[in-house]
């Protein structure tokens, strides 16, 4: 069955560590974004690719980053400098049809 | 910034009574229009998607769409239990590629009682 692929699905992060997520698709969608979400704010756009090896930066991108080397795989890294990373991380895909995501399970990242 | 706003409820219904969830958004442009259902602790699922103005009908759901007054609803009938969850309403931005990103609302809590 075609879907996205997010994992893990928990994640613990120490202070100065950085930690990446996996999100993989075989839905053969061209676009991928990384989304997070806190209680009570909604979804804020991290990244986006449009195309491999291409990516822009969303509303938040400061103190992530991401790479697009594969249509399949769009990896979001959390790093040191994202100080307040606690929250539940989504990715999700996109055909170039009008139609809207299809999202991963999430990964919930906590600091320790 | 588009802005796309939600009540965020909680809203709180009998078990089979319509549920009235609504959303207005800021980008006169936008052309596509979708509303999630997310359980609590789930990722969001794609439950509508509306594009031209008028309603549209799946099953016990009807989105209706209003570009003048910039307004999209999501109408649930015969509501039960299961529909108790966040409804988030998403919207494309005018200008923007096929492959570009959605602008989303902060969702409105829905628990249906029984």
């Known amino acids: 069955d075609g879907g996205i692929t997010q994992s893990p699905k928990y994640l613990f992060r120490k202070e100065g560590q950085n930690v990446t997520l996996s999100c993989e698709q075989n839905?053969?969608?061209?676009?991928m974004y990384w989304y997070r979400q806190d209680p009570g704010q909604g979804l804020r756009l991290i990244y986006y690719?449009?195309?491999?090896?291409?990516?822009q930066k969303g509303d938040i991108a400061e103190g992530y980053s991401v790479s697009r080397e594969k249509k399949e795989s769009f990896p979001l890294t959390v790093t040191s400098a994202q100080k307040n990373p606690t929250a539940f991380y989504l990715c999700?895909?996109?055909?170039?049809?009008?139609?809207?995501?299809?999202f991963g399970s999430g990964t919930r990242l906590t600091v320790v | 910034q588009k802005e796309v706003e939600q009540n965020s409820g909680p809203l709180s219904v009998p078990e089979g009574a319509i549920a009235s969830l609504n959303c207005t958004y800021s980008?006169?442009?936008?052309?596509?229009f979708f509303w999630y259902r997310q359980y609590s602790g789930k990722s969001p699922e794609l439950i509508m998607s509306?594009?031209?103005?008028g309603d549209k009908e799946d099953g016990r759901f009807t989105a209706q769409l209003n570009k003048a007054s910039q307004y999209v609803s999501l109408l649930i009938r015969d509501s039960q239990p299961s529909d108790s969850a966040t409804y988030l309403c998403?919207?494309?931005?005018?200008?923007?590629?096929?492959?570009?990103?959605?602008?989303f609302g902060r969702g409105t809590q829905l628990t249906v009682w029984p």
């Open positions: 980008d006169r442009g936008s052309q596509s």
């Open positions: 998403a919207v494309t931005p005018s200008g923007g590629s096929t492959l570009g990103r959605l602008y």
């Open positions: 509306i594009y031209s103005n």
């Open positions: 999700a895909s996109k055909t170039e049809r009008n139609y809207g995501y299809t």
């Open positions: 690719s449009q195309i491999v090896n291409d990516f």
């Open positions: 839905l053969n969608h061209d676009a």
